[in-house]
């Protein structure tokens, strides 16, 4: 069974002091950081690319793992930049191209876990066709912070678990605080990514903690 984990999203950082902000999660025991990207076509938005990322591993060395989540169209093109610039692992949206193997491909190609993603209305069949390092169940629609968590969510991380295996990582991504995050681990969640419930506090490092506490039940 992976080790599990509490990935604070920078989406709800303050970009102003990205670096300081992102050192109080670890401080507390962050070990992987969740980017979001987002290119104003897969999700209205528009985030940041690989410039960011290539600060942040610059800022936080070697040892932590950023986990890039790619909410881009044809995310084939852009992974070897990801890659380049320091991402740990990068994830994919199955929405986002035709090529969804060929783009796992070219992930691992860049030396990083090659991670898939489904949007709450995506049938999970193509985790049926494709080897995954790691597997995402979004359980709010991309694209912002904030959202309320998907209450039918516990059952579709159910059946992505039966369908990956005991050893894949599975990462729940949106909505996830000190309240929803029990029903994801009791689901068969491992990472669980937080953005507005960590950063979106005064003290991102304390409100990590509790997150940890929680999914420990
Ligand atoms: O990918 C996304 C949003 O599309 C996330 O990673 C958000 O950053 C989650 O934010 P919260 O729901 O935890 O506030
Ligand atoms: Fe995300």
Known sequence: MPARHVAPSILSADFARLGAHV????????????????????????????????????????????????????????????????????????EATPHVLYALDAVREGGCRAGLAVCPATPLTVFEEVAVDQALCMTVNPGWGGQPFIPTSPDKIRRLRALVGPDVPLMVDGGVSVKTAAACVEAGADWLVAGSAVFGTDDPGEAFRAIVAAAAG
């Not at 109080?24 to 992987?32: D, L, N, Q, T």
């Not at 290119?39 to 932590?64: K, N, Y």
């Not at 610039?85 to 994919?92: C, H, S």
């Open 23 to 94: 050192d109080e999660v670890i401080a507390a025991g962050a070990h992987i950081i969740h980017v979001d990207v987002m290119d104003g076509h897969f999700v209205p938005p528009i985030t940041i690319g690989p410039i960011i990322v290539s600060a942040l591993r610059e800022h936080v060395g070697p040892d932590i793992d950023l986990d890039v989540h790619l909410m881009i169209e044809r995310p084939e093109k852009h992974v070897a930049d990801f890659a380049s610039a320091g991402a740990t692992g990068i994830t994919i949206h199955a």
